[in-house]
């Protein structure tokens, strides 16, 4: 990754970057906030804390990069399995960040949604506040942000595969579409690219189906230190990558034959 020195302050990609195609639909694994306390001595809680402006700065990233679709991994469903403390923190966070930020969402014509949100546990205020900007954004036009909480990419493949047996389709009958059509949103394109932080390199069990064919990148940057010109750089990185979907690129004019 380019130093952030030289990229700090723009608005736009890099220059020559203008004839290679955006992603589409980009994803991003939030991870390192808790390595991003550790480092200052400061518990977990501090690292979730300060995620929330770099969540904000990646939004406004995205949608001014001509991002159309953009995923954020907030909580999986094993991350259940953390502290009481850690959990009931984070469920009050969020709810704080949703309400506080519905205005500027709305402003900025973003449709927002929630993948996941079926655990009996999130408390029911923070389920209504999911509902509520849902439902205010509904009708925007603008960029699609879908926040993964509470999600998880087996379970909702499972999903799948019981609304298919429900519905009577015969076996021979399932085709990839069919089936990609009973997963949650299944208006939502395939992940062009995904984002994880912190230079983890693991899928964690997010949008499965959907990140088959993604281009990854992993910046080593914590995500509470991760900021907008960090975000271009994967967007142009993604820019220079041949995406082959498994097949070979078209022969250039003059490229000799195999």
Not at 147 to 174: K, N, Q
Not at 182 to 208: A, K, Y
Request: aromatic share 8%; hydrophobic share 40%; with cysteine.
């Amino acid at each position: 990754m380019a130093s952030r020195s030289a990229v700090e302050g723009s608005g736009s990609l890099p220059e020559g970057s203008g004839r290679r195609p955006i992603p589409r639909h980009v994803a991003c694994v939030m991870d390192g906030n808790g390595r991003w306390a550790a480092q200052r001595s400061l518990p977990r809680t501090a690292g979730h804390r300060a995620a929330e402006s770099t969540v904000i700065d990646v939004i406004e990233a995205a949608r001014s990069a001509g991002v159309q679709w953009l995923s954020l991994y907030a909580f999986s469903t094993e991350n259940w399995r953390r502290p009481d403390e850690e959990v009931t923190f984070l469920m009050e966070l969020v709810r704080r960040a949703v309400r506080k930020h519905a205005p500027l969402l709305q402003a900025r014509g973003i449709r927002c949604r929630f993948l996941g949100v079926t655990h009996p546990r999130i408390p029911p205020a923070l389920s209504q506040d999911f509902a509520d900007l849902t439902t205010l954004t509904g009708r925007n036009r603008g960029m699609t942000l879908t926040v993964a909480f509470d999600h998880g990419g087996r379970r909702d493949i499972v999903a799948a595969a019981r609304s298919l047996i429900r519905s009577g389709v015969p076996a021979e009958a399932v085709t990839e579409e069919s089936f990609a059509a009973h997963l949650p949103f299944p208006d939502t394109p395939d992940v062009d690219l995904v984002i994880r932080t912190s230079g983890e390199q693991r899928i964690s069990n997010f949008m499965l189906w959907q990140v088959a064919y993604a281009e990854w990148v992993f910046p080593p940057v914590l995500w509470p230190d991760f900021r907008a010109p960090h975000f271009l750089e994967c967007l142009h990185t993604y820019q220079q990558r041949q995406r082959r979907f498994g097949g070979l690129l078209p022969k250039q004019n003059g490229e000799p034959s195999p």
